[in-house]
C-alpha cells in the first residue's frame, strides 16, 4: 500500500498546531543542501509555495508529472499537492512559502494559482523582467524588515503571480495540449474498450501511467467533466443507442453493459437522463419516425 506523502510547514519540519508566518522565505540551497539537493514527496496544507530559480538546474515533481527547471523559471505549487524536487548542486533561488489564506487573486491569475505549474522568465521580455525584479525585492524585503514591509510584500506577490499568469497563458505551449490531447485520445480507446466492464477512473488512470488527480484534470480540461462523469457518459450514450435501434428489452441492455440488477440501470438511466429507459426509448423513437416521414 502506497504511504501518503508527509505534511510540513517547511520541509523537513513538523507542523505545529497553527502557523506562526504568513510568510516565509529562504534560499533553495539553504534547505536541499541538507538533503542532498533532493526534496522528496511532500505536501503543505495551508500553504502555496513559489520556488524561483535563478541558477543550476533542476526536476520538479508534481504528484507523478515531473518537469524540467532551467533558470530562470518559477514553479508554483498550490496546497495539498503532493510535489518534490530534485537540484543540481549549483543551483540557486529563492523558495517563498506563504498561507493560502494570503492569496488577494482574482480571474486568471486565481487559476493560475489553482494547479502546479513551471513558467520560464524571461528576462528580455518586459513581464519577465518585472518578474525577476518584483522576485528580488520580495527577498530583499523579507530579509531586511525594514517599515512597510507587509504591504510591500503582499504588493510584489499580487504583481509577481499575475504577471506569471499572463505568461503562463501567453505562453503555453502547444506540446502542453498536445500530450493533453493524445492522452485524451487514448482514454477514448480504453473507455472503449473496457466501458461494459465498467471500470473506474482509477483503472483508466492506471493504464494511462498517472494519478487519478491528473486524469481528473485533464478530461476536466478538455470536457468539463470529471474523469468518472465522462467514463459514466460512455455507458449512457451506449444504452441509448441500443434502446433506439435494437429491439432488446431495457435488462438485456442492462446486463450487456455490465449491470448486475437491472432495476439499478433504470435508476442510473433515470438519473442520467431524467427519464426511465423505456420513457426514453418511446420517446426518441417518436422522434425519428416524426423527422422521417417530413
Known amino acids: 500500500m502506497k504511504r501518503p506523502a508527509p505534511t510540513y510547514d517547511l520541509y523537513g519540519e513538523k507542523a505545529g498546531n497553527g502557523p506562526d508566518f504568513w510568510l516565509h522565505c529562504e534560499t533553495i540551497p539553504s534547505r536541499s543542501s541538507l538533503h542532498r539537493y533532493e526534496i522528496g514527496l511532500h505536501r503543505h496544507e495551508s500553504f502555496f509555495q513559489i520556488l524561483y530559480i535563478s541558477a543550476g538546474s533542476g526536476d520538479a515533481l508534481f504528484e507523478d508529472r515531473r518537469l524540467t527547471l532551467a533558470p530562470p523559471a518559477i514553479a508554483t505549487v498550490p496546497p495539498a499537492l503532493d510535489h518534490g524536487f530534485r537540484f543540481s548542486r549549483d543551483v540557486d533561488g529563492h523558495v517563498f512559502t506563504l498561507l493560502a489564506s494570503h492569496l488577494r487573486l482574482a480571474g486568471e491569475a486565481a487559476r493560475f494559482v489553482s494547479a502546479p505549474r513551471v513558467t520560464p522568465l524571461d528576462p528580455g521580455d518586459p513581464d519577465g523582467a518585472f518578474v525577476l525584479s518584483a522576485l528580488g525585492r520580495l527577498a530583499a524585503e523579507w530579509t531586511t524588515r525594514r517599515s512597510g514591509r507587509t504591504d510591500l510584500m503582499q504588493a510584489y506577490l499580487v504583481s509577481v503571480l499575475t504577471l506569471a499568469a499572463r505568461l503562463w497563458s501567453r505562453g503555453e505551449t502547444a506540446g502542453d495540449a498536445g500530450e493533453a490531447a493524445r492522452r485524451m485520445e487514448h482514454l477514448n480507446g480504453l473507455i ?88 426514453w426509448r418511446l420517446r426518441e423513437r417518436a422522434r425519428l419516425s416524426a423527422q422521417a416521414s417530413e
Open 192 to 279: 472503449q474498450q473496457h466501458f461494459r466492464g465498467q471500470k473506474t477512473a482509477g483503472f483508466y488512470a492506471g493504464e494511462l501511467g498517472i494519478s487519478p488527480t491528473h486524469l481528473n484534470r485533464i478530461v476536466k480540461a478538455a470536457t468539463g467533466l470529471t474523469a468518472h462523469a465522462y467514463i459514466g457518459r460512455k455507458l449512457i450514450d451506449e444504452a441509448k443507442r441500443e434502446l433506439v435501434f435494437t429491439e432488446a428489452p431495457a435488462q438485456e441492455i442492462a446486463l450487456g453493459l455490465g449491470f448486475a440488477d437491472p432495476a439499478y440501470f433504470s435508476r442510473y438511466f433515470l438519473r442520467e437522463t431524467g427519464e426511465t429507459p423505456r420513457a
